[in-house]
């Protein structure tokens, strides 16, 4: 028997996903343990193996490979606690991380926050002014050595940094894309002096046209570097000391996995690494059951998260925006809000109730765990308006306090704003649904779509309590649960159903027409990088495909759009073509009649991801079929609150252990699983699927 193993850390929980060979899956989560988040991985790991009835290291030394999304990345970056970074530039151009291009004051920000010119700043910088260098060499735009580095005034500089202590060296140097030849010669005279300091090159990190963007990914890169391997050699040499004899991988931005040892080298490509497993579970799913567009909700303890596949593919972006700084950076478009079970209700300086985006977290959590939390949250919320069981959360594992939850809102907000215990839970309750409903529709239609033409899924802890509420908001027509064993847990099983996926991309800025025999060299030297990088994860696959694509703008402009190319040998028709295949994606993107061929089209940057399929994927196991389709009966009932037009009614309440493909449940009605709660609403059904899923659908789209 063997298993594979998907590790999810959230801010607030650790989910842990197993599955074997012939398609038994088990989950089970555990509380993260911040600031050591290992501890909590293997906490979850102890959980998810009495599932199996087995020990820890019975299970570990039987599992083929464990995929793990971590935050180690992304919350160094957004916390600021980075490593400390030297960086090596080109001379005269020491400024231009500070100047930032000009966007700094509004990249990554939304219209209203843009327009707010009083309120607008530039983020903090990167690094102090004294850790940036200059270096005397120049490489022009056409690859050329036009002065040579100038060796003796680089091991000056190098040996300034590492007397100021710094942890790594990032190396961005002008049209180094092209040419590599300089940067790496610095790479040799740093270890030289010190052979074990970490060092990031922009063209290997992010080999990509425009000096601003390519600098600050290699900066952030190499700030997360040490930390990235500071956590995963530790947790791999725990793992290890646990039987665990197959390989560690880590989860990136693009939706796909690459090894723990490999991932420092590529850490910003990990920022990513807990937003896109979800997505890339719903796309599993979806093949299963047929869908093509869906919308991905993941509502954990701390945020709530936001996907899109479209014609069955993820929605995709070649660069991201962090803290106001631009990256190049290849991910799922993940959108996120401070709205999940931890997020506290608070009221501001003008008496309005908010929710979010701070959260209660695992430490010391919603005031009803009873760990000293004194701030009324969203978990909280849901206890008081009867929807939760204080007696089964997490399966009975963990028992919460309905008086505890009850404090909390009465002091924090019930008394200042004048209001009773139920009617200040329930406006929690309204304003938690409507956040998450605004976000739902702003991912859905900032990409063009209409949202009743989606189905939704929603997973995560606290994402099936909440999502008929947004769901219905949205005029949704279905929304899908994953339950089974993957409810709660879904970004874990996403993680070990995912693919290794290598990434490699080059800018060579060319105006249209291009000879095809330039494009097959660009193609025929990424390729050959991605394989040589699949050989060195040290991972047995069954087969590995590459998918191209070039990034093509209009004479001009400044962004580009991504636009997909075949496979092989390219001829000129081919690339002619390409060029068909970016007008006719332009058009979808903007609008019919807004390109203009005239202005000219330019191939900027050759892209390929070498997806690397591995031999052992989870299946999801069919569930006993119910006799005749009867319901079972409901375990009881209980007062609970779902909508302010009906108020407090009797609901009855359902074992989901005791369902069977085939049952139907009819709104309002509550599913008790060990790891979630399922509401399913008034005017609504609820149908268990062959896979354990409720499948909830609204009368004429949602009421």
């Not at 063997?2 to 989560?29: H, L, Q």
């Not at 993957?486 to 693919?499: H, Q, R, V």
């Amino acid at each position: 028997m063997g298993y594979i193993v998907g590790i999810d850390v959230g801010g607030t929980f650790t989910d842990a996903f197993a599955a074997d060979e012939t398609g038994r899956a088990f989950s089970a989560k555990a509380p993260s343990t911040p600031p050591d988040f290992s501890r909590g991985v293997l906490d979850a790991l102890h959980e998810v193996s009495a599932q199996l009835g087995m020990t820890m290291e019975s299970l570990l030394s039987e599992t083929h490979y464990i995929c793990h999304g971590t935050t180690a990345s992304l919350n160094a970056l957004v916390t600021g606690s980075t490593a400390k970074v030297g960086f090596i530039t080109t001379q005269g151009h020491r400024d231009s991380i500070y100047i930032m291009n000009i966007e700094g004051r509004y990249a990554g920000l939304g219209p209203d926050k843009i327009q707010d010119f009083t309120g607008r700043n530039k983020p903090p910088p990167l690094l102090p002014h004294r850790l940036v260098k200059e270096v005397t060499e120049r490489i022009d735009y056409k690859g050329a050595i036009v002065v040579p580095l100038f060796e003796t005034e680089a091991k000056g500089v190098i040996q300034e940094l590492v007397d100021e202590g710094v942890e790594a060296i990032a190396v961005s140097l002008l049209w180094s894309f092209l040419n590599p030849i300089h940067e790496r010669r610095i790479r040799e005279l740093i270890h030289a002096v010190a052979p074990r300091l970490y060092v990031g090159l922009s063209s290997e990190i992010s080999p990509r046209i425009r000096e601003y963007a390519r600098s600050v990914t290699t900066i952030m890169s190499s700030q997360v570097a040490p930390i990235l391997r500071d956590y995963l050699s530790p947790l791999d040499h725990d793992l290890k000391g646990a039987n665990f004899k197959g390989p560690l991988l880590v989860m990136q931005s693009l939706g796909g996995s690459i090894s723990a040892a490999d991932a420092p080298n590529y850490a910003i490509s990990t920022i990513g690494s807990v937003l896109t497993g979800g997505v890339i579970g719903a796309l599993n799913l979806a093949e299963v059951l047929g869908h093509r567009n869906i919308i991905s909700t993941d509502m954990g303890g701390t945020t709530f998260l936001v996907g899109l596949i479209v014609d069955g593919k993820p929605v995709t972006s070649t660069t991201t925006f962090l803290n106001q700084y631009t990256l190049n950076l290849p991910m799922l478009r993940v959108e996120c809000v401070g709205s999940g079970g931890g997020a506290i209700a608070w009221i501001d300086q003008g008496g309005n109730l908010r929710v979010g985006p701070k959260s209660a977290g695992a430490v010391p959590g919603p005031a009803c765990y009873g760990q000293g939390g004194m701030e009324p949250t969203v978990t909280d919320t849901d206890l008081v308006l009867g929807i939760l069981n204080p007696d089964f959360f997490l399966g009975g594992r963990k028992k919460i306090r309905k008086d505890l939850a009850e404090q909390a809102i009465q002091e924090k907000i019930a008394r200042p704003l004048g209001l009773s215990i139920e009617d200040a839970a329930a406006a929690i309750f309204s304003i938690q649904n409507a956040q998450t409903a605004d976000l739902v529709r702003k991912v859905v239609v900032a990409e063009g779509h209409d949202p009743r033409d989606f189905v939704l899924y929603s997973f995560g802890g606290a994402g099936p309590v909440h999502a008929f509420s947004y769901g219905v908001d949205l005029g949704i027509k279905e929304v899908v649960v994953p339950l089974g064993s993957t409810a709660a847990t879904f970004s874990a099983y996403g993680l070990a159903a995912a693919d290794m996926i290598i990434s490699a991309e080059l800018s060579d800025p060319a105006n249209f027409p291009i000879e095809a025999a330039k494009v097959n060299e660009n193609f025929t030297r990424l390729e050959a990088d991605v394989s040589a990088r699949v050989k060195k994860q040290g991972v047995p696959f069954s087969s590995i495909s590459m998918q191209r694509e070039i990034d093509i703008r209009y004479t001009l402009q400044y962004h580009e759009v991504s636009t997909p190319v075949r496979s092989g040998i390219l001829s000129d028709k081919d690339v002619i073509q390409i060029a068909n295949d970016f007008e006719r994606r332009y058009e979808n993107l903007y609008g019919k009649g807004s390109g203009f061929r005239d202005a000219g089209i330019q191939f900027i940057t050759y892209r390929v991801n070498g997806i690397a399929q591995l031999p052992f994927k989870p299946r999801l196991p069919a569930i006993s079929v119910s006799e005749k389709g009867t319901c079972p009966p409901p375990k009881g009932t209980r007062r609970v609150f779902l909508d302010r037009t009906r108020g407090w009614e009797p609901t009855p309440i359902y074992d989901y252990a005791k369902l069977a493909f085939g049952h139907r449940l009819n709104g309002p009605c509550v599913v008790e699983a060990p790891t979630t709660t399922v509401v399913v609403p008034p005017d609504a059904s609820g149908d268990v699927d062959q896979f354990g899923n409720i499948v909830i659908s609204f009368d004429a789209g949602g009421k």
